[in-house]
């Protein structure tokens, strides 16, 4: 079975500081993506940054990176110098080959503080 | 570049009633999605589809319908709503099944049903 898991509910973060979000994984298939999600609080989901499971090296997109260790199925987001409108809803959700559908966590709520 | 629309954005309906939510895709995409969000459960998916006239079920689909006539759209059909079933629905598409495809995410539909 797949599994994702959150487990930081809310986190505050001041505004211009580093701040890591949590998220392990459970799964047997040797092939698999990685992905993490904003959700705002107009309730658009809007794609951040994806890592595959065969990825030498750390996804990073723009202020996002993804810290990817397999071996401990830990794929956290850490957001550099956040912004007042990182504050949102935070999903990171998974697919492998062979099951071709997304598991999403519970999401973790993020509040930048100014 | 329109991408994937869903209507109506808000709907209020009662309990017993049919309703029909509908998705919308530009960018010919193989496979689309519906999932329901309810407060801490992530999204949870309800149906998939990987082409025209191939759906199947995801992890919660009972009480639910879809349909697949043409490529671009994913109607999702509750046939007997009840007051369990009132969520935020997102319809989501893919290109394909590679694993560095992410979903992309509608604007969602609230539904209310009394």
């Known amino acids: 079975a797949q599994k994702i898991t959150q487990t930081q509910p809310g986190m505050f973060v001041q505004e211009k500081e580093a701040v890591t979000l949590d998220c392990t994984y459970d799964t047997s298939d040797p092939s698999y993506g990685l992905f993490w999600y904003k959700q705002p609080s107009s309730g658009e989901m809007i794609f951040l940054i994806y890592?595959?499971?065969?990825?030498?090296q750390n996804a990073t997109e723009g202020r996002y990176s993804l810290n990817f260790q397999k071996a401990r199925k830990s794929a956290n987001l850490v957001i550099s110098a956040s912004q007042l409108g990182d504050s949102a809803m935070y999903f990171c959700a998974m697919t492998s080959y062979n099951f071709n559908k997304f598991y999403f966590g519970s999401g973790t709520k993020l509040n930048v503080k100014p | 570049d329109a991408g994937i629309t869903q209507s109506p954005r808000y709907k209020i309906t009662e309990t017993g009633r049919q309703v029909t939510l509908m998705c919308h895709q530009t960018?010919?995409?193989?496979?689309m999605f519906w999932y329901r969000q309810d407060l801490g459960h992530g999204l949870r998916l309800i149906y998939y589809s990987a082409a025209a006239d191939i759906t199947d079920k995801g992890e919660v689909p009972d009480g639910y319908v879809v349909s697949r006539s043409k490529t671009e759209n994913f109607p999702l059909t509750l046939e007997s709503a009840t007051r369990s079933q009132t969520s935020v629905y997102f319809c989501?598409?893919?290109?394909?099944?590679?694993?560095?495809?992410?979903?992309?995410f509608g604007d969602g539909t609230r539904l209310s049903i009394l």
């Open positions: 989501a598409s893919s290109r394909d099944r590679d694993l560095d495809q992410p979903q992309h």
């Open positions: 960018w010919s995409h193989s496979y």
């Open positions: 890592q595959g499971s065969y990825d030498q």
